[in-house]
Nanobody
Framework: QVQLVESGGGLVQAGGSLRLSCAAS????????MGWFRQAPGKEREFVAA????????YYADSVKGRFTISRDNAKNTVYLQMNSLKPEDTAVYYC???????????????????WGQGTQVTVSS
């Protein structure tokens, strides 16, 4: 089992920045693909970004490409999401995810990830 705990959410004005962190515990290891999904009120949960086990490969949703950066520190069992140039439409609950087998075409699919955090709220005011 792997437990994921997100932190770093909050309220920020449009154009501002936030950095989310996700600390993994339990049966952790550097072999997990990790990533972020988000869910806005009244909308379906959607893929945001993913990073492979050693950080050499990343992938982003078109809506955040060029503004968000995903990274990981395997020594700390932590993945980060640096969010810049935030927009009101980025308002959502952000979820950290992890799975051993999710890299590749499956990385954007909700069902590819076995482990989910509880989520952290990000609110961007206009």
């Amino acid at each position: 089992q792997v437990q994921l705990v997100e932190s770093g959410g909050g309220l920020v004005q449009a154009g501002g920045s936030l950095r989310l962190s996700c600390a993994a515990s339990g049966r952790t290891g550097s072999v997990y693909t990790m990533g972020w999904f988000r869910q806005a009120p009244g909308k379906e949960r959607e893929f945001v970004a993913a990073i492979n086990w050693n950080g050499a490969s990343t992938y982003y949703a078109d809506s955040v490409k060029g503004r968000f950066t995903i990274s990981r520190d395997n020594a700390k069992n932590t993945v980060y999401l640096q969010m810049n140039s935030l927009k009101p439409e980025d308002t959502a609950v952000y979820y950290c995810v992890a799975d051993r087998g999710a890299w590749g075409a499956r990385r954007v699919q909700l069902i590819a990830y076995e482990y989910w955090g509880q989520g952290t709220q990000v609110t961007v005011s206009s």
